[in-house]
Nanobody
């Protein structure tokens, strides 16, 4: 069984920074990709950033130049460094991991962590 544990959310003023982390544990054979999504109130969940097992990174246009995704493969952990935060970055941030475990390729979700940016 695979579990994802997120940490690092909180309340910050506009222009501030936060660093999110998400650690995957369990009988993991290989991780194909790790990413972060967010969901603002009354809006659909959207992709924020993703990093593949090969190290390729992609970002939503709204966060390019401000957010940085990285991964520690030895720890099965993905990070999201968020700088110059804006009120529109407010939402619940979810970690998503695409991996192979017990012979099956599946994606898993973290429990979500609240990020609130005040103006």
């Amino acid at each position: 069984q695979v579990q994802l544990v997120e940490s690092g959310g909180g309340l910050v003023q506009a222009g501030g920074s936060l660093n999110l982390s998400c650690a995957a544990s369990g009988s993991i054979f290989i991780i194909n990709a790790m990413g972060w999504y967010r969901q603002a109130p009354e809006k659909q969940r959207e992709l924020v950033a993703v990093i593949t097992g090969g190290g390729r990174k992609d970002y939503a246009d709204s966060v390019k130049g401000r957010f940085t995704i990285s991964a520690d493969n030895a720890k099965n952990t993905v990070y999201l460094q968020m700088n110059n935060l804006k009120p529109e970055d407010t939402g619940v941030y979810y970690c998503n991991v695409l991996l192979v475990a017990a012979g099956s390729l599946d994606d898993y979700w973290g429990q979500g962590t609240q990020v609130t940016v005040s103006s």
